[in-house]
């Protein structure tokens, strides 16, 4: 039921939408009409300009003007007094309006007051829709809690549509407590005569049995609490539905926590993604703009792109829709890095005044918080990809925030879904993504931006410390799962210290090889070694002319030994100058484990003189403890497998090789299992085994997993080589096809190792032109990877004869050279073409011009 109002001479029906004057009707636009009325119904506060867009242009974006153009209107007919501008803010109502008698508890059955006009679609909302219904049906006290601008509001008036008789109360003008009593009031048209309203209003509300629909509670949290209680004691057939940022944390309270609207992942079609909430929210929104846009194979990848990286946030996404006729979609996709500003221009209809823009909402959400908890927000940005409770409490404590103050205000940040909780073996939170460049602003206004990185990469380095350790003494699995999830973390921290902190940077590092290694990681490894090896030689001359301390010794130990770490499997030439290094060093410290693993490192260099690699595998055994891991054990193997294949003793290869698989399957070192599974299947090469070294080649190209990247290159260049001895060159080809393939993603780690197969692959096929010139690329590539492998090394040989067996030495001289002057592309085009040379390959006159 609606009333009527009469102020003057003026009277307002809003059940016929018009206005009277002198009880004769008068013409007033809708716009103007809306104004009017939502003021009259505010009459006792300022309503703000963005809550007056919403109220009258919900879900349009519209500018400021449009309402001074109706304000404007209504002094006209009103009087200039009529309508008081607060500048800067809003307008108030400012005529006396008769206020009727009002009626008793008793006869309030039939004053349930109208709700607000419902959205005219709910967007990809069904199920939550049906969910919340079932909750509110079933529960008495239900929140539904989420970020500002992600749709609370929006799905508590669709449900509110449907659970009749509901009340709506909207809070957002509510700035003291106090006023949350007579706000209800006021919202069910109920009476409040006494100087007990709280009492009064519950027994008014009792014999309604309606739905309370408090939006936007999150600044009057203890005070909705207090009712709650109050309400549950003394009105029980009342419900209650709340939106909120928080939960009240009211006894027998059901949190409705919602989430971002569903997105697609980016292999779907543009009707695929259209059955996601996210994009029919973007087209339906793109379409009040532009009233041909549709999504089409063309851009939905764009589209899917702004959904994701908005994630599935209602307000932002219909925002960043508004700027199509602008910027197009991918503009709009391209620029949400620069989402404040992208985002903050309009203003938008439907909802809470305090979220009419993406930076509006923020600021109340912000404003909303505790200082420390503001503090962590802020500090949380350093963080990439996540962090733990360990790692934030390490990063962001201390500095005027004390570890238990760190924790609490991380609850609070969550449970105002400002921060999200990751599920995994490990619990990890992240910064909400649309809240990223909002805290790294604070940050940086806070002049707090290179205190936390420093920290961070403090705290960064301790971790990767612990990780180091745990590593001899743990499983690939469990092993990751602590430490993986912070590589990104771990990236950041060097960036940061390899420009401010050099040291920094180099101790981290030390400790961070595993992290690389056990990822696939290894090319992005060496290349941050590499990095800091100029930092880690003059740390060295300083050792020379001055003692040190004992933990510098260790950091560079730590170095030098992960830097020929990182370069093992093939035994490189890197080895030969990074274990001697560490071997200094650890002897230096009197480390046993580190002199130990040193010394394997050594062992793994096939440019280690024969005659001392017996010398050097005898002091690693004598050095070996009984009690020591699996996963150094392991490392002994390995060096034992090293000097046998140097040696040429298959069987002893052979039998250390079973015990380090044995060792490494029982111990979890999945890593070292593949190793180990490659390195026999190359064993069984070089015994004539073809079809043996083709299965387990084939074996470890089915696995999948972290790991994967470690051995696969080698793994489908051992499949090659099998498949080649075989005489199967189709199969080969394919297979080298997917190695170029597979070495191209991974930076072409290992592609020079290999590349005689396709000098090898070409002879068989007869192309002994090409073979000539591919054979004069491969011995410089083969020279440049500082690794050496014994099967492609009789691989080179057998090419060699195959070619000047069939041409004359001088051509084949005048090939060579032209083929070392390609690039790797024109290598690997000329390789794999089933093309005549002519067709493919440039003259050496073509090559010089």
Not at 237 to 252: F, N
Not at 691 to 697: K, M, P, V
Request: proline residues 4%; glycine residues 8%; aromatic residues 8%.
């Amino acid at each position: 039921m609606t009333r009527d109002y009469r102020f003057g001479r003026f009277e307002v029906r809003p059940a016929e939408r018009r206005l009277y004057v002198d009880g004769s009707p008068i013409v007033l636009g809708t716009r103007a009409f809306d104004v009017l009325l939502a003021l009259i119904e505010r009459r006792e506060r300022m309503v703000t300009k963005g809550e007056l867009l919403e109220l009258v242009w919900p879900n349009l974006f519209v500018e400021e003007n449009n309402l001074q153009v109706q304000v404007s209107t209504l002094r006209k007919v009103l009087g200039g007094q009529a309508v008081v501008t607060v500048t800067g803010q809003g307008y108030r109502f400012a005529m006396v309006v008769e206020e009727p008698p009002l009626p008793s508890a008793g006869a309030v059955d039939a004053l349930v007051p109208s709700l607000p006009a419902a959205l005219r679609k709910l967007m990809g909302r069904d199920r939550e829709l049906v969910d919340l219904l079932e909750l509110v049906q079933a529960y008495p006290l239900v929140s539904v809690v989420g970020a500002a601008g992600i749709g609370k509001s929006a799905l508590a008036l669709a449900a509110a549509h449907q659970l009749k008789p509901a009340v709506w109360v909207e809070l957002s003008g509510v700035t003291d407590p106090e006023q949350l009593v007579q706000t209800i009031a006021r919202a069910a048209m109920l009476p409040i005569r006494t100087d007990e309203p709280l009492g009064e209003l519950l027994l008014a509300l009792g014999p309604l049995g309606a739905v309370l629909v408090l939006d936007g509670a999150e600044h009057l949290l203890e005070a909705i609490a207090r009712f709650a209680g109050a309400v549950g004691k003394k009105a029980p057939g009342v419900r209650l539905l709340i939106t909120s940022q928080a939960a009240i944390r009211g006894e027998s309270e059901r949190v409705f926590r919602l989430a971002g609207l569903s997105v697609p992942g980016t292999d779907v079609s543009a009707h695929e993604a259209m059955q996601y909430g996210a994009v029919s929210l973007f087209a339906d929104q793109a379409q009040a703009v532009d009233r041909t846009f549709r999504v089409t194979p063309e851009n939905v990848a764009a589209v899917i792109s702004v959904c994701r990286q908005l994630n599935g946030m209602a307000l932002p996404i219909k925002l960043a829709a508004a700027r199509l006729p602008l910027l197009g979609v991918r503009g709009v996709a391209s620029r949400l890095g620069e989402r404040l500003g992208m985002l903050n221009g309009l203003r938008r209809g439907g909802g809470g005044s305090r979220q009419q823009t993406v930076g509006a909402g923020l600021d109340w959400s912000y404003s909303l918080l505790s200082t420390p908890e503001q503090t962590l927000l802020r500090r949380c940005v350093v963080f990439v990809a996540g962090f733990t409770l360990e790692l934030a409490t390490a990063v962001c404590g201390e500095i005027t925030l004390d570890k238990w103050t760190a924790i609490d205000a991380l609850d609070a940040l969550v449970d105002r879904s400002l921060v999200e909780v990751q599920d995994g073996p490990v619990r990890r939170y992240q910064l909400c993504e649309y809240v990223v460049e909002y805290a790294r602003a604070r940050l940086h206004q806070a002049g707090e931006t290179e205190l936390l990185r420093h920290r961070h990469a403090l705290s960064c380095t301790e971790l990767m410390i612990r990780a180091y350790e745990a590593y001899w003494d743990c499983g690939d699995k469990y092993w990751l799962e602590d430490y993986a999830a912070d590589t990104d973390n771990v990236r950041a921290a060097l960036d940061w210290s390899l420009e401010h902190q050099p040291e920094l940077a180099l101790r981290l590092l030390g400790v961070s090889g595993p992290l690389f290694f056990q990822q696939g990681l290894v090319s992005e490894g060496r290349q941050r070694f590499l990095a800091l090896e100029s930092v880690a030689l003059a740390l060295d001359r300083t050792l020379v002319l001055e003692a040190s301390p004992f933990e510098l010794e260790t950091l560079l130990a730590r170095y030098w030994l992960e830097f020929s770490r990182l370069h093992a499997g093939n035994g490189t030439c890197r080895s030969t100058d990074f274990a001697p290094r560490a071997l200094a060093f650890y002897r230096s410290l009197d480390d046993p484990r580190g002199v130990f693993l040193a010394l394997c490192r050594a062992m793994d260099c096939a440019f280690l003189p024969s005659g001392e690699a017996p010398c050097i595998l005898e002091e690693i055994i004598e050095i070996e403890s009984a009690d020591w891991s699996p996963r150094l054990r392991a490392e002994r193997l390995i060096a034992e497998v090293s000097l046998y294949q140097r040696c040429e003793q298959p069987e002893e290869a052979c039998f250390a090789l079973e015990s380090l698989h044995l060792l490494a399957l029982s111990a979890g070192l999945e890593s070292i299992e593949r190793l180990a599974l490659n390195a026999q299947a190359k064993l069984n090469l070089a015994r004539g085994e073809y079809e043996r070294a083709l299965q387990r080649s084939q074996a470890l190209c089915r696995q999948r997993g972290i790991h994967r990247n470690i051995v696969l290159p080698h793994a489908l260049a051992t499949m090659a080589m099998a498949l080649l001895s075989l005489g199967k060159m189709r199969e080969a080809r394919k297979v080298l096809v997917d190695f170029v393939a597979e070495s191209r993603r991974l930076g072409w780690e290992w592609f020079g190792l290999y590349t005689d197969l396709f000098v090898w692959l070409a002879a068989l096929e007869n192309r002994l032109a090409a073979a000539a010139r591919l054979m004069g690329y491969a011995k410089l590539a083969y020279d440049a990877a500082g690794a050496r492998d014994f099967g492609t090394t009789r691989i080179r040989v057998r090419n060699s004869h195959m070619i000047f067996k069939r041409l004359d030495k001088p051509f084949i001289s005048r090939l060579m050279v032209e083929g070392a002057r390609m690039d790797r592309e024109m290598f690997c085009t000329l390789a794999l073409s089933r093309q005549s040379v002519e067709q493919v390959m440039p003259t050496a006159s073509e090559l010089e011009d």
